[in-house]
């Protein structure tokens, strides 16, 4: 019993230590978006697009903005990625950590986005 227990404890330990060595570096998710120049289209905070046609990103889930800007990094598969020429240009330059720890710092910025019933 005491060895289940040991082995359930150390499996946690480690699974504890994967989970933290993968979280987002919300400042480096920062200073990406500004290498990117995220704002000249997103606006400020990424909540204030400079048309109505770009999305507001701010307070997102972090997984869903991952999922999408890897979606852009897809090529010639319309079932799986998604067509911006634009977009597919700006995310070419980062990898997937890099978009993670965008997503995460979006994802932490305070949003307007409403729901309407």
Not at 58 to 87: E, S
């Amino acid at each position: 019993m005491k060895r289940i227990l040991i082995t359930i404890a150390t499996a946690s330990i480690a699974l504890s230590a994967a989970v933290t060595a993968q979280a987002a570096d919300l400042k480096k998710g920062q200073e990406l978006l500004v290498k990117g120049n995220c704002a000249a289209c997103h606006g400020e905070g990424m909540n204030k697009p400079v048309v109505p046609e770009y999305p507001k990103l701010a307070g997102q889930h972090a997984d869903y903005l991952y999922y999408a800007l890897k979606a852009y990094k897809v090529a010639n598969n319309p079932n799986i990625g998604r067509g911006n020429a634009i977009m597919a240009g700006q995310v070419a330059q980062f990898s997937d950590r890099d978009l993670k720890d965008m997503a995460a710092y979006i994802a932490s910025l305070p949003g307007t986005m409403v729901i309407k019933k």
